[in-house]
């Protein structure tokens, strides 16, 4: 059941001020605003929290975790329905973003019981070293304090207020303020009731967790300036996470900012493997590209061949396999004319030339395929923006030292691919060391959009792909944001934490 309110430390709080839901289908309804007032009385219950918090075992925040995801399993349906509804999306992406959220709650729950995420270090004592003796010191990774999250428009539950940034803040021991987007709050809202009976459950503070509604910029403007948050996870637009980055930067306290903004995740078909599988390449770029309506940070937009007539084949296969997929709703009105205004951008490029169009309006998206020169692309940097949703470019390179030139023009990306047979290895050789500089995740022979979660997973990238090139926001590495390594030199053992011997 809605209430349509914020949770703040275990209450359910309306406000004076109020905005009505923009579901794809089905009522509107009535949620509470959120203000700076309610954003600095979760602050507050967040940093109350803390020491409470941080200092429980790692079995009992492990089970709190596990907790957490069993009352959003209990929830299952009710957050399908109104998810549905508020985005668009069908029932069994939502299931499955649903298996992807409380299997990331149960990654973190079992991760922090083997203790390696501590990397705890000892450099023992050397009392009779000369000149001068070293003292005993212990490293071990401490969590930073509350994380302000903002939830994500495109991942209602994977990115969201119980999505990965929520569940590793937790994991690490730190409190979390969420900021909930406004595209879906009633999905906001029940994920939030499962937190809360898990907290009430557990025995947990109740500051832990908040959720404060979506409302005015002054919200996320509040909530990163709070000199109780400590760090900040945001997935979103470049602007919107530039603004908010600034912020952390400039407070008196500046602090570090986990965003990820944007990526076009290029493609790079070498001529072996266009040759050999141009067609089958080009219907798998088609479903990648397409996948829930492009709207994935991981939608491979661009994709560079060596002109000829096996790069006019590929072009002919993408358009029809492209050309196959109908329209799809986007996730808010908001999106979906950003996504025709990128169209229009793209579209009026220097050299670029349609090669699938289609009409669309409203909240709906249908795919388009442009392709341009690669000296036309080098020219002009607009182009190698991202645009959210299913629009592909396909870029011409003369050889395959104007291959190696987009590669090296690129701006961070999440992921670069090669599509290679064994017959391109030389090329690929040349291109790796440059795309290794550019992306958080290279792929061989597939395509980026499904993001497995697991230990070894990479996340991030240089900028504007995340605005810190050492952190991950998918996968257990991603915990590394939240924590801190303190040194505790001739510290007695009464006074360490007990982790360290935990
Ligand atoms: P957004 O506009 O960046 O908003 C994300 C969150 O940040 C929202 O909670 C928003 O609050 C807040 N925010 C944005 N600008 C702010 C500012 N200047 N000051 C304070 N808070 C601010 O992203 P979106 O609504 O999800 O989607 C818009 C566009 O973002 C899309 O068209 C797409 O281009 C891009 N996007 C990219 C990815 C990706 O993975 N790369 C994912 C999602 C979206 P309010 O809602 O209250 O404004």
Sequence with gaps: MLTGKHLIAGEWLASAQTFQSSPAHGPARTFSAGTPSHVDAACEAAEAAFPDYSALSNADRSAFLNRIADEIEARGAEITEIGTQETGLPAARLEGERGRTVGQLRLFATHILSNGWLDRRHDPALPDRQPAPRPDIKLIQRPVGPVAVFGASNFPLAFSVAGGDTASALAAGCPVVVKGHSAHPGTGEIVAQAIDAAIKASGVPAGTFSLVQGGKREVGEALVQNPFIKAVGFTGSLAGGRALFNLCAARPEPIPFFGELGSVNPMFLLPAALAARGEAIAKGWAGSLTLGAGQFCTNPGIAVVIDGPDADAFVEAAKEAVGAVGPQTMLTDGIAEAFRAGRDRVAKGTGVRSVLTSTCDMRNATPYLFEVSGADWLADHSLAEEVFGPLGLIVRVRHA??????????????????????????????????????????????????????????????????????????????????????????????????????
């Design 401 to 502: 030292s104007e291959m190696q030139a987009i590669a090296r023009s690129l701006q961070g990306q999440l992921t670069c691919t090669l599509h290679l047979e064994p017959d391109d290895m030389d090329l690929a050789r040349l291109l790796m060391p440059l795309l290794e500089r550019k992306a958080g995740r290279i792929l061989a022979n597939g395509f980026p959009t499904g993001v497995e979660v697991v230990d070894a997973q990479v996340h991030g990238g240089p900028y504007p792909a995340s605005t810190n090139f050492g952190a991950t926001s998918v996968g257990t590495l991603s915990i590394r944001r939240w924590l801190r390594p303190v040194a505790y030199q001739n510290m007695p053992d009464a006074l360490l934490p007990s982790a360290w011997s935990a």
